[in-house]
């Protein structure tokens, strides 16, 4: 089974989730079709047009959302005057289930990718009544294990590209807290030290992908890179406000009786880690789905058909 048809929103809209901020959602498919909800990564990349071809759009009611500071949403994290201290996980899932609830839905879908496997672990695990299946992919939990591997220990592989992002900070601060020291030069009144960073970041998170050319065209958006790159390192700084490492691991047992599939590339680089593995074993309803020769990324052919086939196996009542 390949992706479904490209669609449109039948209703959307701008919820006052706040804290003067106002989170853009859309809904797709059938408006009695089964509840799901897409949480993108990043954190702060925004929802795509593409993330609705995941579901069946006869069988699924499909809400898209961009969290606080993405996206359509506002304000954006692009903005230096865009206050996060009220942007945290807690944050964005009070949102969710003020969406749900302004929806009219008792229990949804939860599918996410990247950092959206993070927030869609951690709502199901605080909400486990609003949560009837996971689809998860590109998996992640927060801990600083993976924020330890994504900002220094990939430095092994990629000595050159890690030297340059590395280099991207002060002196001082090169030994520390990579991810914190590019939040602090984010957060810096100066544009053009924040614009600096901002690119170095991204940069670095280019470096990874699997093959030239290494460029991902929303990279070169100068408003998406601050953004994005503010809000990411404004999570990986602070444990992603989980209030503690391995908080996701450490709570997976409250998932029993929610089904779930993760899918994972054999390629991605959170495997060095573990986490699709411990997250399988601490999950009995879950179901692990290995794509071999593939990276991170959501869209890419295996991980995409496998993905809808997930969703495929939820869609009956």
């Given at each position: 089974m390949g992706l479904y048809p490209d669609i449109e929103p039948f209703d959307h809209g701008m919820l006052d989730v706040g804290d003067g901020n106002r989170v853009y959602w859309e809904v797709c498919g059938n408006?009695?079709?089964?509840?799901?909800?897409?949480?993108?990564?990043?954190?702060?990349?925004?929802c795509t047009?593409?993330?609705?071809r995941y579901f069946d759009p006869d069988a699924y009611r499909?809400?898209?959302?961009?969290?606080?500071?993405?996206?359509?949403?506002?304000?954006s994290a692009s903005d230096p005057a865009t206050d996060m201290g009220v942007n945290t996980i807690k944050h964005l899932m009070a949102d969710l289930e003020l969406l749900r609830r302004h929806l009219g839905i008792e229990r949804w879908l939860v599918w996410g990718a990247s950092f959206g496997s993070v927030?869609?672990?951690?709502?199901?695990?605080?909400?486990?009544?609003?949560?009837s299946e996971l689809v998860?992919?590109?998996?992640?939990?927060?801990?600083?294990?993976?924020?330890d591997l994504l900002t220094r220990g990939l430095g092994r592989i990629f000595p050159a590209a890690w030297e340059a992002f590395r280099d991207g900070v002060p002196e001082g601060e090169r030994d520390g807290n990579l991810a914190g020291a590019y939040n602090r030069l984010l957060e810096s009144p100066d544009a053009e030290v924040r614009a600096r960073?901002?690119?170095?970041?991204?940069?670095?998170?280019?470096?990874?992908?699997?093959a030239p050319p290494r460029s991902v065209p929303r990279y070169e958006d100068a408003?998406?890179?601050?953004?994005?790159?503010?809000?990411?390192?404004?999570?990986?700084?602070?444990?992603?406000?989980?209030?503690?490492?391995?908080?996701?691991l450490?709570?997976?047992?409250?998932?029993?009786?929610?089904p779930g599939v993760l899918v994972q590339g054999s390629l991605d680089f959170g495997n060095l880690t573990g986490i699709p593995w411990r997250l399988h074993q601490a999950w009995p309803g879950s179901e692990l789905v290995i794509v071999d020769d593939v990276g991170h990324n959501a869209g890419a052919r295996g991980i995409a058909e496998e993905l809808a086939a997930a969703t495929d196996r939820f869609r009956a009542p």
């Open positions: 408006p009695l079709g089964r509840p799901a909800v897409v949480l993108h990564g990043g954190p702060g990349s925004g047009p593409f993330f609705r499909i809400v898209l959302l961009d969290q606080r500071g993405a996206g359509r949403s506002t304000p927030l869609g672990l951690r709502y199901a695990q605080t909400h486990p009544d609003r949560v998860l992919t590109g998996l992640a939990t927060g801990s600083r294990a993976e924020v960073a901002a690119r170095n970041w991204t940069d670095w998170e280019t470096a990874f992908l699997p408003a998406f890179r601050a953004g994005f790159a503010r809000t990411v390192t404004h999570y990986f700084a602070h444990d992603h406000w989980l209030g503690g490492d391995e908080v996701v450490r709570d997976m047992p409250s998932l029993a009786g929610i």
